[in-house]
């Protein structure tokens, strides 16, 4: 091996003193400190000063060009990545401030409440991204399932719903009740 270092394999960070020489609130040096959100530029004179500024770039940048049409002014969607995660965004942006979720809408399974009788059970999915399924009168009816629900009456006690639940010989049909829990036959 050579004795030489590849300038090339230091991240950007390690420059980012070179726009910044010193802080703008007191005239300090800044320089480069790491916390758990990731590293950031601070003011030497802490805590007198405490003029921070983030090196994480969340400012809406440019993941890809969708090619298609902005529904507001024509111009192009792009999907970007933010400060809160994904969204697609117009390319007129300031002038435009379209924005959509690139998420899919929540699914109607079409099957009707079984304790209300009036909402139907839509597919949801949780913070931490499970699917469920529950009445869309929420918060009014509050029944929700795990599994995916199927048409159909419990043969025991005659609940009016049914889930597929998936085990080791193979998909089963159970009673939605969580009093009930029978298998299908």
């Given at each position: 091996?050579?004795?030489?270092?590849?300038?090339?394999?230091?991240?950007?960070h390690e420059?980012?003193?070179?726009?910044?020489?010193?802080?703008?609130?007191c005239g300090a040096e800044?320089?480069?400190?790491?916390?758990?959100?990731?590293?950031?530029?601070?003011?030497?004179?802490?805590?007198?000063?405490?003029?921070?500024?983030?090196?994480?770039?969340?400012?809406?940048?440019?993941?890809?060009?969708?090619?298609?049409?902005?529904?507001?002014?024509?111009?192009?969607?792009?999907?970007?990545?933010?400060?809160?995660?994904?969204?697609?965004?117009?390319?007129?942006?300031?002038?435009?401030?379209?924005?959509?979720?690139?998420?899919?809408?929540?699914?109607?399974?079409?099957?009707?409440?079984?304790?209300?009788?009036?909402?139907?059970?839509?597919?949801?999915?949780?913070?931490?991204?499970?699917?469920?399924?529950?009445?869309?009168?929420?918060?009014?009816?509050?029944?929700?399932?795990?599994?995916?629900?199927?048409?159909?009456?419990?043969?025991?006690?005659?609940?009016?719903?049914?889930?597929?639940?998936?085990?080791?010989?193979?998909?089963?049909?159970?009673?939605?009740?969580?009093?009930?829990?029978?298998?299908?036959?």
């Open positions: 091996m050579s004795g030489k270092i590849n300038e090339q394999l230091f991240s950007a420059h980012a003193l070179d726009k910044e020489q010193c802080c703008p609130q800044l320089v480069i400190r790491n916390s758990k959100r990731g590293p950031f530029l601070g003011c030497a004179g802490y805590p007198e000063c405490d003029y921070i500024k983030s090196l994480n770039y969340n400012d809406g940048h440019v993941v890809k060009h969708l090619g298609k049409p902005c529904p507001d002014c024509g111009d192009e969607l792009l999907l970007r990545q933010g400060r809160y995660g994904m969204f697609i965004g117009c390319a007129g942006y300031p002038a435009c401030h379209h924005i959509e979720s690139p998420e899919k809408k929540a699914e109607d399974t079409q099957l009707t409440c079984p304790s209300c009788g009036k909402g139907h059970l839509m597919e949801r999915k949780s913070r931490y991204g499970k699917v469920f399924y529950a009445c869309d009168q929420y918060p009014g009816c509050r029944f929700a399932v795990n599994n995916k629900p199927i048409a159909g009456q419990c043969q025991q006690c005659g609940f009016g719903l049914l889930i597929e639940k998936k085990l080791a010989g193979g998909l089963k049909r159970q009673c939605a009740d969580r009093k009930c829990n029978a298998y299908q036959e």
